[in-house]
């Protein structure tokens, strides 16, 4: 089977290391791709936007399968561009119709689905420019903190929680009226704040029936103490710790199944990942947020932990053979530590050469994810903000995070930063 991933960043090379191994896979490729995904793939520089482009290299590399990483090739439409053509009908893919994608493409989408399906989650009202000051009013029936979403998609920073009252309704205008947040913001999401900790839960579903894949939690804030910026994610661990059975049990009766029973009510064409953002208040789960894909840095912990060939898990959930897949997960525990470039969520410098990749542990319990890199004239360079994760597996997850920070220093690039705190909130 020849397969495409579209995508560059650590999700993307995690996928593309996982489904190399399969005696399934012919040819593998990753657009554009990362240094780490030409390792075991071969990378394409194409815009994964533009959508004809990407319908070349399928017909070129005589592609069966196409795996979409990030949300806003699905968001876009990628998915009903193909269903849409003839000549694609025998091509598996794996996410979203533009439909379904819309319950991360919209916040207001996303509270609406959940309130049709009776999905637990925060009160809201969502505001425009034209109802600002209506939103300003709204504010102050809400305790602190405050909490403001962005309603489209702003790469994992659009949420804002404050704890004043003058800040929050100053954030409000300045996310309607002077595009804080560019297009994703012309409508705001305002939400109860929820005190409680907060954990993923992944699924993989073909619209109808569904695989519960292995939780984890990530760590969105920058700085140590869970304080400062968020970002696109500092680190991971699965599973989750205090997630036990029986809240398990909880996430998929109240959760889960009325998710997926209502994507099957409302006939949404949804073939691929459904990740749920949980936040556990006492013992009851509450979504905070859908993502219409697997997460990063959550992918890095949760996609090794599979056992099974996960091509053949993807072809089987394509095929609608759901049925016939049992889910093998590894008990060992995972963790994973998220090297970023200095500056990061703000402003940063990218092209530092990366060392000490060579100096890392080879072991099977070692896994060095490539986020944003490149390769160039035999160096590996950084390339974005979030650039190298490493993951690690160890009998419990302060063991996975100890080998994954010695393993960390190693790797070496000018003005290098990672947080060294991770799982100290669960001790």
Same mark, same amino acid.
């Given at each position: 089977?020849?397969?495409?991933?579209?995508?560059?960043?650590?999700?993307?090379?995690?996928?593309?290391?996982?489904?190399?191994?399969?005696?399934?896979?012919?040819?593998?490729?990753?657009?554009?791709?990362?240094?780490?995904?030409?390792?075991?793939?071969?990378?394409?520089?194409?815009?994964?936007?533009?959508?004809?482009?990407?319908?070349?290299?399928?017909?070129?590399?005589?592609?069966?399968?196409?795996?979409?990483?990030?949300?806003?090739?699905?968001?876009?439409?990628?998915?009903?561009?193909?269903?849409?053509?003839?000549?694609?009908?025998?091509?598996?893919?794996?996410?979203?119709?533009?439909?379904?994608?819309?319950?991360?493409?919209?916040?207001?989408?996303?509270?609406?689905?959940?309130?049709?399906?009776?999905?637990?989650?925060?009160?809201?009202?969502?505001?425009?420019?034209?109802?600002?000051?209506?939103?300003?009013?709204?504010?102050?029936?809400?305790?602190?903190?405050?909490?403001?979403?962005?309603?489209?998609?702003?790469?994992?920073?659009?949420?804002?929680?404050?704890?004043?009252?003058?800040?929050?309704? =100053? /954030?409000?205008?300045?996310?309607?009226? !002077?595009?804080?947040? @560019?297009?994703?913001?012309?409508? &705001? *999401? $305002?939400?109860?704040?929820?005190?409680?900790?907060?954990?993923?839960?992944?699924?993989?579903?073909?619209?109808?029936?569904?695989?519960?894949?292995?939780?984890?939690?990530?760590?969105?804030?920058?700085?140590?103490?869970?304080?400062?910026?968020?970002?696109?994610?500092?680190?991971?661990?699965?599973?989750?710790?205090?997630?036990?059975?029986?809240?398990?049990?909880?996430?998929?009766?109240?959760?889960?199944?009325?998710?997926?029973?209502?994507?099957?009510?409302?006939?949404?064409?949804?073939?691929?990942?459904?990740?749920?953002?949980?936040?556990?208040?006492? =013992? /009851?789960?509450?979504?905070?947020?859908? !993502?219409?894909?697997? @997460?990063?840095?959550?992918?890095? &912990? *949760? $996609?090794?932990?599979?056992?099974?060939?996960?091509?053949?898990?993807?072809?089987?959930?394509?095929?609608?053979?759901?049925?016939?897949?049992?889910?093998?997960?590894?008990?060992?525990?995972?963790?994973?530590?998220?090297?970023?470039?200095?500056?990061?969520?703000?402003?940063?410098?990218?092209?530092?050469?990366?060392?000490?990749?060579?100096?890392?542990?080879?072991?099977?319990?070692?896994?060095?994810?490539?986020?944003?890199?490149?390769?160039?004239?035999?160096?590996?360079?950084?390339?974005?903000?979030?650039?190298?994760?490493?993951?690690?597996?160890?009998?419990?997850?302060?063991?996975?995070?100890?080998?994954?920070?010695?393993?960390?220093?190693?790797?070496?690039?000018?003005?290098?930063?990672?947080?060294?705190?991770?799982?100290?909130?669960?001790?």
């Amino acid at each position: 089977m020849n397969v495409l991933i579209l995508g560059s960043g650590g999700r993307e090379h995690t996928l593309a290391h996982k489904i190399s191994q399969s005696t399934d896979c012919e040819n593998l490729f990753v657009a554009p791709g990362n240094a780490g995904t030409s390792l075991c793939a071969t990378n394409i520089n194409l815009d994964i936007l533009n959508f004809e482009e990407v319908a070349e290299t399928i017909k070129k590399n005589e592609i069966n399968m196409l795996i979409v990483g990030p949300e806003a090739p699905l968001v876009e439409g990628i998915k009903d561009y193909f269903d849409n053509r003839e000549e694609f009908s025998d091509l598996k893919i794996i996410g979203p119709s533009k439909r379904g994608a819309l319950l991360e493409g919209s916040k207001e989408r996303a509270k609406e689905f959940m309130r049709s399906h009776q999905v637990p989650t925060a009160a809201y009202q969502s505001f425009s420019k034209e109802t600002l000051e209506a939103g300003k009013a709204f504010l102050k029936t809400m305790h602190p903190p405050y909490v403001l979403k962005a309603d489209g998609l702003a790469g994992g920073k659009g949420v804002l929680i404050l704890k004043h009252l003058k800040e929050a309704q =100053d /954030e409000l205008e300045n996310m309607l009226t !002077n595009n804080k947040f @560019g297009k994703a913001s012309e409508k &705001v *999401v $305002i939400e109860e704040f929820l005190n409680g900790i907060e954990l993923s839960v992944f699924v993989l579903t073909d619209g109808k029936n569904y695989l519960t894949l292995p939780n984890a939690k990530d760590y969105k804030r920058i700085a140590e103490g869970d304080t400062g910026l968020n970002t696109g994610g500092m680190g991971a661990i699965s599973p989750v710790p205090f997630a036990d059975e029986a809240f398990m049990k909880k996430v998929d009766e109240k959760i889960v199944k009325p998710s997926i029973d209502g994507l099957h009510k409302e006939a949404i064409d949804f073939t691929g990942f459904l990740f749920i953002g949980l936040m556990k208040v006492g =013992d /009851e789960p509450f979504v905070v947020e859908y !993502n219409v894909r697997l @997460g990063d840095p959550e992918t890095e &912990v *949760v $996609i090794p932990r599979i056992k099974n060939d996960l091509l053949e898990v993807l072809s089987k959930t394509a095929e609608g053979k759901m049925q016939e897949i049992q889910l093998e997960v590894d008990s060992k525990h995972a963790a994973t530590v998220m090297m970023v470039s200095g500056g990061y969520p703000e402003a940063y410098e990218k092209n530092k050469v990366i060392s000490g990749l060579d100096k890392v542990d080879e072991s099977s319990d070692i896994f060095i994810c490539h986020a944003g890199t490149k390769s160039k004239n035999d160096q590996v360079l950084t390339n974005g903000g979030r650039v190298i994760a490493v993951t690690a597996f160890g009998d419990t997850y302060q063991n996975a995070l100890e080998k994954a920070y010695q393993n960390a220093e190693h790797i070496e690039f000018d003005k290098k930063f990672y947080r060294k705190d991770l799982g100290k909130d669960l001790v």
